[in-house]
């Protein structure tokens, strides 16, 4: 072949290359496994709202294909009734449709969110995601936005002691912790919300000092009205190792997954949580979870929880004039109410034992008929101290707990309460008839009051946390 010819074979195959490959890069991928990238997964909106409140962050789309790729759409999933708004390439629309990007390029989309934080409606967290739609897939960013005026904290260690008013809530992020030897204290009226990944750690001491008008409230931050009510909202209140001297004054825990609990003892002669005059309601797996600690509770009502108490490996406990009771709602009532023990399983799955001191003083362990035999359950395995005693209680079981010491108890009376309505939640613990068996039959104690203030002086107390007046 000439050396001419060669050459033109070789140059009309290099253009052909160049067309070829300039062809392809213009031409649009339809396979189902193109594939797009973005920058960011979630994005979150820190700020702390004060006033009507409009911020933009963005991310990038990223056609990591070598040839250009047709996005059939990208839109926000809440429409034009989403707190979020998208921009691309200057168009403002919830919605865009067949958006070309070209071949290992990408683009920017803009998104803002505006929210008027003093709709004490909203939820404390506004979410949506927009989708992105090609070839038969879609990927999701997800959006997480403020709704509400409130002090945001997010994974925050308190480390000095410091002390919450009420003139905003408080909403929880990843999680809080209180120092070893910090206290936080919460006035009167003190809200907090915790997301559905933020514990209550406390390492140090935590008080609650709410009043009957103006009660310190825990729950989860979804108060809108599909998750308002829903159990397992937040993970709860944890009493470590080292925590002492925690006291819980009017104070709700509602909607956790476990709302209190205490492990290891105090350190001194004060238990490690004292509640006064307290609501735990609705949680998951349990109201009040103890692992060889100790706990004193007065006055207060543990409703509607998978395990409404438990105490595992022994520890020191005092219920007075406490109602706890349970009905299946969203959680099925399965486990007694009561449940002690002087004994737990250890990491190595051996059985380990500790002695055991409780007191069950004027209570209610009451639950749905026909669903658990005994309410009230006591369980022994160590050869140390156990002293478990029922003096002046109301419950519902099939023969009296044992190994204890029972004196003076009523079994398997119905307490009448005032209204249970399973079907509708409605669960008011209050004694409403003046003949039932817990009226004016408790012991005398030093609490002079019930969880609504009133007085118990008037003859002997009422069994239960609420006095019949």
Known sequence: MKPFASFYLFTLSFLLLITASSCRKDSFITSPDATISTSENILKYDTVFTSIGSV?????????????????????MGGTASAFKININGVAAQEQSNIELAANDSMYVFVSVQINPNLSDLPFIVKDSIQI????????????????NANFLRNRIISTNTTWNN??????LDRLRIDANVTLTLEAGCRIYCHADAPILVDGTLVANGTKDQPVVFRGDRVDEDYKDLPAAWPGIYFRETSNNNLLTYTQVLNAYQAIVAENPSGNSIPKVTLHQCIIDNAYDAGLLCVNSSLYADNSLISNCGNNVNFLLGGNYKLTNCTVASYS???????????????????????ETKSLDALFENCIFWGEEGLVENEVQVAKQGAGPFNVTFSKCLYRASTDPSPATVTDCIRNQNPVFDSVNVTKRIFDFHISDPTAPGHDYGNGTVFTEDLDGRSRSNGLPDLGCYEKQ
């Open 56 to 76: 933009t962050q963005s991310f990038k789309i990223r056609n990591s294909n070598d040839q250009k790729l047709l996005l059939s759409s990208v839109k926000v």
């Open 133 to 148: 739609s090609f070839n038969g897939n879609t990927n999701y960013v997800q959006l997480e936005a403020f709704g509400q």
């Open 167 to 172: 003139r905003l809530p408080y909403v929880i």
């Open 329 to 351: 709602t969203f959680i099925s009532h399965k486990n007694p109410v009561l449940s002690a023990s002087d004994y737990a399983l250890n990491s190595s799955g051996s059985v």
